[in-house]
């Protein structure tokens, strides 16, 4: 077994972080992520930086933001473009992906994503890829793809989706136990994403009658229903993946693994449920945009004394941070072609600590038209001293005082008590756009 440090995401689908227990959630119980919150890095201001599958995705594995990597819904992530597996490979790891990928492009309205055939050429430069497209039945759930040179043909898991996939990386994970060659592997499950169905002992005791809402869901009863029916399916498919986690962590732990294993777990982006009368996401509030994202793992007895453990609310990771965080906690540097920034320091104490930016990063660049979706391109950000300002092109649209008002009811944008407040955070908003050559027109203030 290799001394090197391991890498293993785990990336779920539309989660909020305010599923977690240790983030507040009363509609949930999520034990073994909450001690892997504790026993690692909660880094609970986390955002999803465009709140929508495809781009996300291409950013996490590229650290390239989404306008000049995958702008939008069913695009193909480009051809040429080296991701993290890329660096992985260089540095002699072995890569494995396992699970959604959503980044080939497939159109939903000309064939089923879930049975389309991914090319090598286009998984991203991983050693070895179990994956599909895109799938929204979570019984129903196909896997093709190669591992290292033996191609895999496409086969139908035997069980509910999460279930499944976590029983392939276990497997996986016992073969690398044996191994010398460290690892960087990655475990994306669709759930909790639409529709919202739960193994049976997972549904049990959540009940729509149950649910506790958010302040912000207003009491119109057609929103309430909807939201509470979805909201029980929802709550019971984090209670799967809370199970399954375990048992990837009870793996990592017989093994050996977990000595030099770092666990990341986060999610794409989240889910409105009725926040602000809204569902499913593309929008820059917070039920959409903040995600939970847990750093864990790596024990080496005396050594953990000198990792960052707990909540950490003045970090604002983005999607382009993911791949250079990951690189940082195993010391390989980090490509110049990578825009985001590396965080590892907050795990790894004994790092200097930089200086971080102060704000994050939001794009819609090319709106979905999905129903309930926002149907304009946006841009804003997120800082670090707890302010939200989102435009639409020559438009103010949204200013919020997250300290105060952390569920987004009282929207400052079009308050020119708040003018100053707006000027700074508009300059900001500028900063950002040509600092991505991004193509978008701010309002004047």
């Known amino acids: 077994m290799s001394n090197r440090n391991n890498v293993l995401w785990i990336v779920t689908d539309q989660q909020r972080a305010e599923t977690l227990s240790i983030n507040g959630c009363e509609n949930a119980s999520t034990p073994v992520l909450d001690t892997l919150a504790k026993t690692g890095v909660n880094i609970t201001n986390a955002v999803s930086g465009f709140p929508l599958c495809c781009p996300y995705r291409g950013s996490m594995l590229t650290s390239v933001y989404p306008n000049k990597c995958v702008p939008g819904h069913e695009y193909q992530m480009p051809v040429n473009q080296p991701t993290v597996a890329s660096v992985f490979n260089e540095n002699g790891y072995d890569t494995f992906y396992l699970g959604k990928w959503h980044l080939d492009g497939a ?40 591992r290292g040179d033996k191609e895999v043909e496409m086969f139908r898991l035997d069980k509910y989706e999460t279930d499944a996939i976590t029983d392939i990386m276990i497997d996986y994970l016992q073969e690398r136990s044996s191994e010398d060659k460290p690892f960087f592997a990655v475990m994306s499950i669709q759930p909790p994403h639409d529709p919202y169905v739960a193994p049976p002992e997972n549904q049990k005791g959540h009940n729509p009658a ?45 093994t050996g693994l977990m000595e030099n294993t770092h666990i990341i777990f986060f999610s794409d982006h989240g889910d409105m449920h009725g926040s602000h009368g809204q569902f499913r996401k593309t929008t820059p509030y917070q039920e959409a945009i903040n995600v939970p994202f847990i750093i864990s793992g790596e024990k080496r007895g005396a050594h953990v004394v000198q990792r960052g453990t707990g909540n950490v609310d003045n ?3 983005n999607h382009v941070d993911i791949a250079p965080t990951s690189l940082g906690l195993c010391d390989i540097p980090v490509p110049d072609w990578m825009e985001g920034t590396d965080y590892s320091a907050i795990r790894c104490l004994d790092k200097p600590q930089p200086k971080y930016p102060t704000s994050a990063y939001l794009q819609c660049v090319i709106p979905t038209h999905h129903y309930d979706s926002v149907n304009k391109a946006w ?22 005082d997250l300290k105060e008002d952390p569920y987004e009811m009282v929207n400052l944008a079009h308050n020119d008590k708040y003018i100053e407040l707006r000027k700074r955070l508009n300059g900001e908003l500028k900063e950002w756009i040509e600092k991505t050559n991004d193509n978008f027109d701010i309002p004047n203030v």
């Open 210 to 254: 149950d649910i506790k809402f958010r302040p912000n869901v207003p009491p119109v009863e057609s929103i309430r229903k909807t939201a509470s029916r979805e909201l029980s399916g929802y709550y019971a498919m984090v209670e799967n993946i809370d199970k399954n986690v375990g048992r990837i962590v009870d793996c990592l732990n017989k």
């Open 107 to 146: 159109k939903e309205a000309e064939e089923r994503a879930g049975t389309h055939f991914v090319p090598k050429e286009r998984r991203g430069g991983f050693n070895s890829w179990l994956g599909y497209e895109n799938n929204n039945a979570q019984y129903d759930c196909y896997l093709h793809g190669h």
């Open 315 to 317: 970090i604002l990771i």
């Open 379 to 400: 841009r804003g950000i997120v800082t670090v001293d707890g302010y939200k300002y989102v435009c639409f092109e020559n438009m103010d649209w949204l200013l919020y």
